[in-house]
Nanobody
């Protein structure tokens, strides 16, 4: 079993920055992909970014490319999402997820992930 706990959400103005963190526990990953998703009110949960646990290959949604950066710290079992140039449309609950036993970062479907965190709210004011 894997536990994921997100933190770092909050209220920020347009153009501001936030860094989200995801703490993973419960097992050691020999190969996995960690992903960030988000869900705005009334909308489907959508893919944001993913990173492979071992190599660190990354994959981003077009809507965040160039503004968001996903990274990981294997020693601490942490995954991060650095968000810059935030826009009101980035407002959502952000979720961390993990897909085990995979070596590709191109894992963008919600159904492909095995474990999820509870989410952290990000609100960008205009």
């Amino acid at each position: 079993q894997v536990q994921l706990v997100e933190s770092g959400g909050g209220l920020v103005q347009t153009g501001g920055s936030l860094r989200l963190s995801c703490a993973a526990s419960g097992r050691t990953f020999s190969s996995a992909t960690m992903g960030w998703f988000r869900q705005a009110p009334g909308k489907e949960r959508e893919f944001v970014a993913a990173i492979t646990w071992i190599v660190g290959s990354t994959f981003y949604a077009d809507s965040v490319k160039g503004r968001f950066t996903i990274s990981r710290d294997n020693a601490k079992n942490m995954v991060y999402l650095q968000m810059k140039s935030l826009k009101p449309e980035d407002t959502a609950v952000y979720y961390c997820a993990v897909r085990v036993a995979i070596t590709s970062a191109r894992v963008a479907m919600r159904s492909e992930y095995d474990y999820w965190g509870q989410g952290t709210q990000v609100t960008v004011s205009s």
